[in-house]
């Protein structure tokens, strides 16, 4: 079992859709990141959060320690938002352990 | 600036070649990555480096070599590779070691014929 676990895998919605895209992890970390990775490969960090919620325009993350679980919301869902989106957790060593990501399709 | 820049883009080598990667940042960072992503897969940790020393080597092959010539540059040297070595590199960089904040360069995609 990975350490962080990402759902769904695959996600295909429509334009102006509500997008939540979930991880779980199983181990202590000091903070944890949702990143966005465009075809081109490149890697965009979204955010990066230790407790409660962050939003930057159209994009909301949670974060619940306890349950050890995070959330990024996408509101009024857009084609150029499709992307791989990849959640990874710090575990205060100098490494980050990643999820498998999502592959996030929003049709027009 | 809060980029890090990584040349080449893309890279085609054969496997008796010598090559090398380049990642560079210039936000004062004293910790610098080496990731390795295979398609479809999450990037998997190569090197660490903190204050120009190699603190991490996740087992890689002898055949990458890393080298950190001062704090804002961090090259990857390549040698003898495979074909299965083909694959996108990433680098990151952050302002200390285990502060989690990390910013990753867009990657050379690397193709070993």
């Known amino acids: 079992k990975n350490e962080v676990e990402q759902s769904p895998q695959n996600l295909t919605a429509q334009e102006g859709e509500f997008i939540t895209i979930n991880c779980s992890y199983s181990v202590g970390i000091s903070a944890l990141h949702w990143l966005q990775q465009h075809p081109g490969g490149g890697i965009v960090s979204l955010f990066m959060?230790?407790?409660g919620k962050k939003k930057h325009g159209r994009l909301i993350a949670t974060i619940n320690i306890q349950e050890k679980h995070s959330s990024l919301h996408i509101t009024a869902s857009h084609p150029r938002d499709s992307a791989v989106y990849i959640c990874?957790?710090?575990?205060?060593?100098?490494?980050?352990?990643f999820g498998q990501g999502t592959r996030l399709t929003i049709n027009p | 600036d809060t980029e890090v820049t990584q040349t080449p883009k893309h890279l085609v080598m054969g496997m008796t070649n010598k090559k090398s990667l380049k990642c560079e940042q210039h936000m004062g960072h004293r910790a610098m990555y080496w990731y390795k992503q295979k398609a479809k897969k999450p990037p998997e940790l190569m090197f660490v480096?903190?204050?120009?020393?190699?603190?991490i080597n996740e087992s890689v092959p002898s055949r990458f070599s890393p080298e950190c010539p001062n704090s804002s540059l961090l090259n990857l040297h390549l040698h003898a590779l495979q074909p299965e070595d083909s694959a996108l590199y990433l680098c990151?960089?952050?302002?200390?070691?285990?502060?989690?904040?990390?910013?990753f360069g867009q990657g050379t995609r690397l193709t070993v014929v």
């Open positions: 990874a957790v710090h575990q205060g060593a100098q490494k980050l352990v």
């Open positions: 990151a960089s952050s302002h200390a070691p285990g502060d989690p904040e990390a910013f």
């Open positions: 959060l230790s407790s």
């Open positions: 480096y903190s204050y120009e020393k190699l603190s």
